[in-house]
């Protein structure tokens, strides 16, 4: 396997030093594009940076947009999701397991809205009933997914981010 360092221009619109959101793993931030070549086969890969997770990911040029890899929400967007936490609860009567594969689909989507639904119906206040495990699992993966990408849009560290987006709920 060899790597070269590729030129910072390409077709697909992100940049080394770009913050992007991968759905499966969050904000990361593109550190280069290199060309690699793979079993025979030549492909420019983005670089990315999951700092929280140290983890590096390698994607595919080609495989870029397919794989959801997206910019970071606008302000307006991150404004759209915070304005769901505020909404009530809407907590289906199902089992627990079908409501978990669908919170799960909706944190890996990477879309900030519907990860902002799981956190604010896996939310509880003081008074309520206590979660369980994977309840209390699920709701904390939501709570840092979207954490990470408001930190990242406003600009502000992610304590910052947590405590407002926690202030948010408690007022819901």
């Not at 999701?81 to 944190?107: C, F, H, P």
């Amino acid at each position: 396997m060899v790597t070269k360092p590729v030129s910072k221009t390409n077709e697909v619109g992100f940049n080394p030093g770009d913050h992007v959101v991968y759905p499966t793993h969050g904000v990361g931030k593109i550190t280069s594009i290199e060309n690699q070549e793979i079993a025979g086969h030549k492909l420019k890969l983005f670089v990315i940076q999951f700092e929280k997770d140290r983890m590096t990911l390698r994607v595919p040029l080609a495989k870029a947009k397919t794989s959801g890899l997206r910019r970071l929400s606008t302000k307006k967007e991150m404004q759209t999701a915070l304005t769901t936490l505020k909404g009530r609860s809407r907590v289906k009567r199902t089992m627990w397991s079908r409501r978990a594969q669908e919170y799960e689909a909706k944190i890996n989507s990477g879309d900030p809205r519907s990860i902002a639904e799981v956190v604010r119906d896996l939310h509880r206040n003081a008074g309520q009933p206590d979660q369980s495990f994977s309840e209390r699992q699920m709701y904390q993966a939501a709570l840092d997914r979207l954490v990470r990408e408001f930190a990242a849009v406003e600009r502000i560290s992610e304590e910052t981010a947590t405590q407002r987006l926690e202030a948010l709920l408690k007022a819901a």
